[in-house]
């Protein structure tokens, strides 16, 4: 069967769901105007109400769990050999619910405190949730992951001396590593679109990780450790950004890169407020290349991928709509933090 023949579902679903994602003006009303429940109630369609900062976490989730079915409903489309790909993209919400607890335990917060920075996903539902951190057993939060290839892998790592933090770069090394595996498809053209976009979300966690890296005062192999073992087009910067000794030494490697005309004008970088601005430019370079998807073929696999990316970009910005009203962020601040405006 042609790719037309076997992506002519898959392209048809994908192009009406993305119908449905904000569009620019949509977003600056959102956030220029009506209150907190008035945006809410239009983000959610009516089903979630909120007044308060106390009503966000079930928002949050309300949103997440419409971004798994949608992926699930997707991969139902998706030809045989491409549907572990895109089942993946569900996967992933539950995964950084796993992280959040975590990394709550390891820093031994609140159960009540940790609940306000955790959005539960999947089968993590708000009870499980807190029945876990409640718990404060790193082991029984291994006993919640349905991967028994993930759960072997974190097993050892959560009572080790380093606890929390080991285990989330494990899970991370794991999830993008099986991404990365699973771009690698029997048609060329999927492998070319499928490694396009995932390498480039790869690239721009390990740009991300390095910069972390120096800001905690790790060494290079102590970086290179945390980081994802795949290079898409960072060649030999991934190792120079392993050893950079300073923010400066960062920026210098990525100059050679593809991703240097996306940092281009952050000519320092010092904290946290440096990185989330390195992000957030990544981020829109890489939501960008997932809009240039769509003006290709749509019958391969990089449709499909490239409009999951764009959902998990915009439910980034749905975030920080939603928090910025609950918390009176005035309006030209929320809109110069958000990814999809400035695609």
């Not at 009516?46 to 106390?54: I, N």
């Not at 349905?146 to 999830?175: C, M, N």
């Not at 440096?274 to 749509?298: D, K, M, Q, Y």
């Not at 915009?314 to 601040?333: C, H, S, T, Y």
Request: glycine share 6%.
């Amino acid at each position: 069967m042609t790719g037309a023949g076997r992506y002519a579902e898959l392209a048809a679903a994908v192009r009406s769901f993305k119908a449905d994602l904000l569009q620019p003006g949509q977003v600056e009303r959102l956030v220029e105007t009506g209150s907190l429940s008035e945006t809410v109630s239009l983000l959610t369609g009516g089903r979630v109400s909120a007044t308060d900062t106390s009503d966000l976490p079930s928002v949050e989730s309300s949103l997440v769990q419409k971004a798994i079915e949608l992926s699930s409903r997707l991969a139902a489309y998706t030809p045989h050999d491409s549907r572990p790909l895109i089942k993946l993209f569900a996967a992933r919400y539950e995964l950084e619910c796993v992280k959040e607890i975590l990394r709550s335990i390891a820093d031994q917060a609140d159960p009540e405190e940790a609940m306000k920075h955790i959005i539960p996903a999947g089968k993590l539902t708000p009870e499980r949730c807190k029945e876990l951190l409640e718990a404060r057993n790193p082991n029984r939060v291994v006993e919640a992951v349905e991967d028994e290839a993930l759960k072997r892998l974190i097993a050892p790592l959560v009572s080790g001396e380093r606890g929390g933090g080991a285990t989330v770069f494990a899970i991370d090394q794991y999830y993008y590593g099986r991404l990365w595996a699973a771009s690698n498809l029997p048609d060329p053209l999927d492998t070319q679109t499928a490694r396009g976009l995932v390498g480039e979300a790869i690239d721009c966690l390990n740009i991300l990780l390095a910069f972390r890296a120096r800001l905690t005062g790790l060494d290079a192999r102590s970086a290179s450790d945390i980081m994802i073992p795949a290079n898409y087009a960072l060649g030999r910067a991934l190792e120079e950004l392993a050893e950079g000794a300073s923010a400066q030494n960062l920026m210098r490697a990525l100059d050679k890169t593809p991703y240097a005309r996306a940092i281009e004008g952050l000519s320092r970088v010092a904290g946290d407020g440096g990185i989330s601005r390195v992000e957030l430019a990544l981020n829109r370079s890489h939501a960008l290349s997932c809009r240039n998807a769509f003006a290709g073929s749509p019958f391969n696999v990089g449709l499909a991928l490239a409009f999951l990316f764009l959902k998990a970009y915009e439910l980034r910005d749905m975030f920080a709509i939603i928090n910025g009203k609950a918390n009176k962020v005035p309006a030209d601040q929320v809109m110069s933090c958000l990814i999809l405006t400035a695609t």
